[in-house]
């Protein structure tokens, strides 16, 4: 069973969209090269973002192996957000998506391309 974080850990008023409940449920947490996060990772990870974009409410939910790619709800700006972790705070932007279900195509694309 995936460890994702508890209600009292999740930013006031944020709740896993139904549909990445779903996904997780289903056990689709490696979709090679992008990995759900769970466990002391997922804290570890989350906490590091908040420090390091202090500007920014990202909760991350899966990262990329192959770089250091997260995506997160953006809670400001309410879509789904890809930031590179670890780049300097206004360069660590990526790519957005209007909700969790856009992010999964892609994730189910790059899927496709990384076995390819």
Known sequence: ???????VELP???A??????????LGLTHLEPWWIF???LLR?????LSERYPERRPV????????????CWDLEGGDVAVIHDFASPGWEQRRT??????????AVEDL???GG
Do not use: C, K
């Open 12 to 14: 006031e008023g944020f």
């Open 97 to 106: 998506f209007p909700d969790f279900n856009a992010w999964l195509r892609q």
């Open 38 to 40: 769970d466990g002391s």
């Open 16 to 25: 896993y969209p139904a549909e990445f409940v779903r996904v997780v449920g």
């Open 44 to 48: 570890r990870r989350a906490t590091g």
């Open 60 to 71: 991350p939910f899966a990262r990329r192996e192959d770089n250091d790619d997260v995506a």
């Open 112 to 114: 496709i391309e990384h």
């Open 1 to 7: 069973m995936t460890d994702l974080l508890r209600t």
